[in-house]
């Protein structure tokens, strides 16, 4: 589990933390720098889960990624960041082939999911979509009950029995930071929950599938700053279990979730590297002016 | 304080404000009439069709022309009192029957006494038909009440007995029982049929040229005249392979009737099935069928039950394409099978109504209650239907 420190204001300069550690930041006096120094040491390196290499996509024959290569680690959260358009939706939407419902969407280059493409022929886009999970920008609960909108995927999918999906929920709902909120009324609609609860919803129901990925399409969005940062706790805590890319607008998010950050303008990737480095020693100036906020 | 006078705001309406408002009053007020004159219509309509059904049938035998023609060819006593009440009855009758056959002898065609007694029943006929008065003429007998038309009577008289031609006794057992069965056999092919076509089309179909040729194609379907499904099922189902004038053939026919009016209602209802919901069952590693069965189907189901509903009352009072397949006006049996042969309720009603007995066109108000009263059974189906899927949906 991961361990919460509450760090002073003053301690922050010195504060070297391990990887997993969160911090609880009066964010606003914070700039993104001090956000990501504070958080020390670089990430561990672990094992490439997914590697895109030279990625076009294409809405016909409009580019809307262009030739993308970067890795995505195991365990670690990958931030994409970018101005608006610049086709970080479309990247993530192609990491677990929910492109593919999209008319007229095409390829080149190459998608490996651990070493084996994504794309290949026999790869089954239904079982890769249960390895790799997804939130959205807007939460979107079924309109069931809060316990069918979690016990569906397993169900669907014959990963539990039948006996054992309350069990399954439970775990989901508190793996979620929701089980408190919603143990009462689990079997009302998904949808009279609020915004944050319903978000929060959601990833318990992609969690309730045991993914391997989870992509996240700008979660916090729509949400508050309390609901945001219950949902930031959670990526902290889902971290030692599974694989986060998460899209977002929020630079102080990125720099204090992600550990590694991607950066595109236009459809290109502009710079990769740890998240330390993109913010504190941007190797582009164009990502500097980005993430200080002077550009995009 | 000074500071406050000063900044005193002025926050009422203006010229073009007052205007803003005075026109959304009239749209309201436009609104809101039109709703009160359907309303209206609706209920003088229907207390029109309950005044019309109520009343007495009074067993007058004579009504009818044949017993007419019968007893004006055996009972002398009957003539001499036509004679007297309605003279030119008689003689226009023999006129009418003079001078048909003058034009048929000119052309060299001998008519038989069936066929002139038949002209004289023609004439008969139409003049009953036009003229109460004779009526008074005809009357003989005593009129005595026999039946009593309103409430339980419907269910237990008319709906017990087969169609006759004395009003004292007809029915529409037969043509309930008709509409019964169109309705089970046209329900049976037109909704699986229509609701998977507008599934294909929504949810697999690609979206190119041809599929869009398709849907417009549909939706000019949904418009042609229903009497050229009618030829259609002659041709097709009747002759063509041979179904005769039965169930099962006005059954198809009906069915493609309604299937253009299922396919769109139905994609209209899939289509307004937000696409988040799809992309977060996908999200979790579902098939489109899945996705299709458990998330968009319960959520499209009122719309689509809202189609089926329109779509089987239009099939339950379409006349013309019945009548065009033959659908038979005098049934005096139950249908007991697909391949038999029936008659349906608007096909009854109007026989009865065309009657010239005035017997008739109250039971032909009778009639129309009836359908009505099936009709509204049939969406009270739908409706428990749709509450029944409805329990796992909850917004
Ligand atoms: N369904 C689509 N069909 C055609 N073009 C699309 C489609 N979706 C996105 N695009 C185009 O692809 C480009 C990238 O879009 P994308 O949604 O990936 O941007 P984004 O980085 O996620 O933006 P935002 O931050 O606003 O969400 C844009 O130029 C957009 O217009
Ligand atoms: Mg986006």
New binding site residues.
Partial sequence: MVETTKVPEHQIEETTGGNGRRMEMPSIQLDNEQIVRSRGDAPKKTKVIIESKELTIR??P?P??IDVTMPVYEHRVTAII????????????HLNRMNEF????NMDGELLYRGANLYGAGVDPVEVRRRIGMVF?KPNPFPKSIFENIAWGPRLNGLAAKRDLPELVEKSLKQANLWDEVKDRLHESGLGLSGGQQQRLCIARTVAMTPEVILM??PCSALDPVSTDAIEDLIFELKDRYTIVI?T?NMQQAARVSDYTAF?VN?ELVEYGETNQVFTKPKKKQTEEYVTGRFG | MDVEQQNTPEITAGPRLKLRHAKARAFSVVCAAATWVGVVMLVVLLSDVIFDSTGWIYSRVDRDPRMIMYKLETDPQFVAQVEERAPSLLSGMERKAKSKERTLAKNGVELTAAELADFKLDYLHSQLAKDEHCFAALDTHPTTRERWLIGGTIIKDIIATFPSRFPTKAGLKSALAGSLWLIIFTALFAIPIGVSAAIYLEEYAPKNRLSRFIEVNIANLAGVPSIVYGILGLAVFVRGIHLGRSVLAGALTMSLLILPVIIIAAREAIKAVPDSIRQGAFALGATRWQTVRHHVLPVALPGILTGVILAMSRALGETAPMIMIGALSYVAFVPTGPMDDFTVLPIQIYNWVAMPQREFHLLAACGILILLIFLLLMNSVAIFVRQRAQRNIKW
């Fill in positions: 809405y016909g409009k809307a990624v970018g101005p608006s358009g610049c086709g970080k939706s479309t990247l993530l939407r999209i008319e007229g969407v920008q399409d700008e899209v607008h595109m459809g």
